[in-house]
């Protein structure tokens, strides 16, 4: 069945660093992919998608392509800031069991430093 | 625009105790859906409404766990009677519609905060 995978956190960097969080899939089909991040005690927030292979997503300074011939969606930023601590969740939204469902992964918890 | 609403926000009960969870999806979203997220884990899908049908409840333990959405607008959760493994944070979200196609980003889900959930 369809599946989200993506590397384990906490994942802890200093103000400006360079951010990458793996992200792969498994799924049958051609799903969309996104990105959701989780501020402390908000709720999950769209941060980007990409509906088809090659697609490019990005927001607020994110960027993830979904590159198809290696499944996957990586979540990248260039310089994080403070404010960017939070959970990262990617997921995809495809068939599942006849149904057209969201898979999310486990989550990536990003800690940013001063 | 106001967002998805959920009450309460924390939740305290011993096992076997009942317990509702409430959600109010923004204004005009006929899609209304439950999730599950258990600490460490992505939430994952228990209940999926359209309007006041329901499409998906392939993953909701229906001997103890129920929803409604009557009028097609709020929706209430219920857990009868709780186990310690239902401990977890739930989720309400809404979309537009369930489809990806016509008006672009109409699929897109919209969380509301949660209620945590704590069965001692």
């Known amino acids: 069945g369809n599946s989200v995978t993506q590397m384990e956190g906490p994942v802890t960097l200093s103000e400006e660093a360079f951010l990458t969080i793996n992200c792969t899939y498994t799924?049958?089909?051609?799903?969309?992919l996104f990105w959701y991040v989780q501020y402390p005690g908000e709720g999950l927030q769209l941060l980007l998608k990409a509906t088809k292979a090659d697609d490019k997503g990005s927001n607020k300074g994110f960027e993830a392509t979904y590159r198809k011939e290696t499944t996957s969606f990586h979540l990248e930023k260039g310089s994080v800031q403070v404010s960017d601590s939070a959970v990262y969740f990617c997921a995809l939204r495809g068939v599942t069991g006849g149904y057209n469902k969201l898979i999310f992964g486990a989550g990536t918890r990003l800690a940013v430093h001063p | 625009e106001a967002g998805v609403a959920q009450s309460p926000r924390y939740k305290i009960i011993e096992k076997r105790q009942s317990v509702a969870f409430w959600c109010n999806p923004i204004?005009?979203?006929?899609?209304l859906y439950w999730y599950q997220q258990i600490l460490g884990q992505g939430p994952k899908l228990l209940i999926q409404?359209?309007?006041?049908?329901?499409?998906?409840d392939s993953q909701l333990p229906k001997d103890r766990f129920s929803a409604e959405r009557l009028k097609g607008v709020d929706s209430t959760l219920k857990i009868q009677p709780a186990k310690l493994e239902d401990s977890a944070v739930y989720l309400c979200a809404s979309s537009l519609s369930d489809s990806g196609w016509g008006l672009a980003g109409a699929d897109t889900q919209y969380f509301g905060p949660g209620t945590r959930l704590t069965v001692l």
């Open positions: 409404f359209q309007n006041n049908g329901v499409v998906d």
């Open positions: 204004s005009g979203h006929a899609t």
């Open positions: 799924a049958t089909g051609y799903p969309s």
